[in-house]
């Protein structure tokens, strides 16, 4: 028998525990905001040490999915899921009891990947739950999203070397790239056809050796990456890259890549980036690729519209570096301050 029960969390619209001992699976759903539209975020699948920790993900992920969608001006809010448990030895049963707990909230939250699921397991969902997207595109859904988030990356790259320079052309520049992934390489190799020095690290070394035969760049091991003396680095793999033991190290002079929570301490972790005279580029404004992708699907555009859309992070970056500067406050500030902006206050 399944147990449905709520929590109140203040500043949440709804957070919600799932457990279901018959199929042996525990999750959290925690709906941050659906004053744009409903919620969307993904579903993370993974073994966390305690529900304490499963808590702490799920409430910090949801509030940056609504971030996300708002700073991207999407009709959508934030939400997020969490199994507890091992991706590797999901089952069926479990799959469909995650479903039923989707359900309950009747459309006000979608979701759809993350960390530990996959596009074939969105597709199962949809057997049992209509609130999915990023099905594959045989079930009608957009699929692989990381075309849209190298655009939208690409894109608050231009934006930061422009800020940097007042010319956005990457031509000659020096941008580190770590992690080679499907986001990273896209990225890497349009910034090598576009004439930039590309430098590559993954710890996937032969992944990243692979790259940068094809693409004319040179290799670097994670660890030198960030301490390489670069224009732009750009972390498109883990988070929590960025802490009072890294910063002081980083010889960049400024950050923009695909990597989620790229920040491991917020807001200490752009003060600290301010202080050093390094512009960050915020995290949720230029990796909104993924949630344009989404959106391309539940508004029916067309894959030229996504497009057009994504290229649009570089006018709202633009904007942000504009506000941090002539408000004298950092740049994670400012894209915070603009995303909330485009949330209609509650009505009484």
Same mark, same amino acid.
């Given at each position: ?6 929590i109140?969390?203040?500043?949440y619209?709804e ?40 808590f ?19 009709p ?7 199994v ?33 699921t ?11 739950t209509?609130?999915?997207?990023? /099905?594959?595109p045989a &079930?009608? %859904?957009?699929? @692989?999203?990381?075309a849209? $988030?190298? =655009?939208? +990356?690409?894109? !608050?790259?231009?934006? /930061?070397?422009d800020? &940097?320079? %007042?010319?956005? @052309?990457?031509?000659?520049? $020096?941008? =580190?790239? +770590?992690?080679? !992934? ?5 990225v ?5 056809? @576009? ?14 050796a ?5 693409i ?17 680095l750009?972390p ?48 949720y ?12 699907e539940?508004a ?6 996504a ?22 406050i950092?740049?994670?500030?400012a894209?915070?301050?603009f ?10």
């Amino acid at each position: 028998m399944a147990e449905f029960r709520t929590i109140i969390k203040h500043g949440y619209e709804e957070v919600a525990l799932w457990r279901d001992q018959d199929v042996g699976i525990e999750a959290i759903c925690a709906i941050h905001s659906t004053a744009l539209g409903p919620a969307i975020g993904g579903t993370r699948w993974q073994p966390y040490a305690d529900r304490d920790a499963a808590f702490a993900d799920v409430l910090r992920l949801s509030e940056a999915m609504t971030l996300k969608s708002s700073a991207a001006r999407l009709p959508f809010g934030g939400g997020k899921a969490v199994v507890i448990g091992d991706p590797a030895h999901k089952t069926e049963a479990q799959l469909r009891s995650y479903a039923e707990f989707v359900n309950e909230f009747e459309g006000r939250y979608l979701t759809t990947t993350d960390v530990g699921t996959t596009t074939e397991e969105i597709d199962q969902l949809s057997q049992w739950t209509p609130h999915v997207v990023g /099905t594959s595109p045989a &079930l009608g %859904g957009s699929g @692989d999203t990381s075309a849209l $988030t190298a =655009v939208t +990356v690409l894109n !608050g790259i231009y934006a /930061t070397l422009d800020a &940097l320079d %007042g010319d956005p @052309d990457p031509a000659g520049k $020096t941008i =580190v790239v +770590v992690g080679v !992934g499907k986001v990273g390489s896209r990225v890497a190799r349009s910034l090598a056809e @576009d004439g930039a020095r590309v430098l590559v690290a993954d710890i996937r070394a032969i992944a990243a050796a692979a790259l940068a035969v094809e693409i004319g760049a040179n290799t670097i091991s994670v660890d030198e990456a960030f301490v390489a003396p670069c224009d732009v680095l750009s972390p498109n793999a883990l988070g929590g890259v960025f802490g009072e033991e890294t910063i002081p190290s980083l010889q960049c002079r400024a950050i923009c890549g695909g990597a989620n929570n790229q920040l491991l301490l917020d807001p200490e972790g752009a003060g600290l980036l301010a202080e050093r005279g390094i512009l960050y580029a915020p995290d949720y404004v230029v990796n909104s690729g993924g949630v344009i992708s989404v959106a391309q699907e539940v508004a029916g555009w067309t894959y030229e519209q996504a497009v057009e859309h994504a290229e649009g992070v570089f006018e709202t970056t633009r904007e942000i570096f504009e506000s941090a500067e002539r408000r004298k406050i950092t740049t994670a500030q400012a894209a915070r301050d603009f995303a909330l902006s485009q949330i209609p206050a509650p009505t009484s």
